[in-house]
């Protein structure tokens, strides 16, 4: 299959093509949000078994897509989207508060949303993984812009005279790195502790990187 059918176009039923495309979408990636982040994972799913969950028809799955990496794809960045969208929503609300505060906020807002559904967890720490070149560069991508958003956060704090000076590049990307190992292994059940226990460790881990010992708090 080198691309896709086309999609039949006009009105139907009141609604427009461009609405009932949407519609077809959706329910593919929620289909596969079930299938993927579930049982049988991604590399055990079939185009049938995907339009059959789904409750489409195999044509209309090349209507939408080429082929299921492209869903996989597109799944990846919706959950993506959807914590990036939580976070920056409790960061717009915590403007103003001491850096502490603003981190415990931004980590509670994070793991809220990664660990409400398993399934999200697992698209975006396993499933993901290896599947292709070109999958992995969306995936470094995509945590590049986590790692963007630490490192404007610790930025904003040494221009308000709540951080250490320096370059955050590096440490910002291991600590991301540490961010969703040790969510993904809580998920698992492989760490004996609250999702509270774990954020507050997180904050520390945060602030211990941009308080080192030995520097103290000075004016913006």
Do not use: K
């Not at 404007?152 to 370059?167: F, H, K, L, N, S």
């Not at 502790?193 to 211990?208: I, N, Y």
């Amino acid at each position: 299959m080198t691309g896709r059918l086309r999609a039949p176009t006009g009105r139907y039923g009141g609604r427009s093509a461009e609405e009932r495309q949407a519609e077809r979408r959706r329910r593919f990636l929620e289909a596969a949000l079930h299938l993927f982040g579930d049982h049988p994972g991604y590399r055990a799913t079939t185009v049938a078994a995907l339009s059959q969950t789904a409750g489409l028809s195999t044509r209309q799955f090349y209507e939408e897509f080429r082929t299921l990496e492209d869903v996989l794809a597109a799944l990846h960045l919706e959950v993506n989207g959807w914590a990036e969208r939580a976070v920056l929503d409790a960061l717009a609300a915590a403007e103003g508060l001491p850096l502490a505060e603003r981190v415990a906020v931004l980590f509670r807002a994070y793991a809220r949303d990664v660990t409400c559904d398993p399934r999200r967890i697992r698209i975006t720490f396993v499933e993901i993984v290896g599947v292709s070149p070109r999958l992995e560069e969306q995936r470094l991508a995509r945590r590049a812009r986590w790692v963007d958003l630490i490192r404007a956060e610790a930025d904003a704090a040494v221009a308000r005279g709540e951080a250490a000076p320096r370059d955050y590049r590096l440490a910002a990307t291991a600590f991301i790195g540490s961010v969703n190992g040790l969510l993904h292994d809580w998920s698992a059940g492989w760490v004996d502790a609250s999702l509270d226990e774990v954020v507050d460790e997180l904050v520390r881990q945060l602030l211990g990187i941009l308080r080192p010992a030995g520097w103290h708090p000075g004016p913006g």
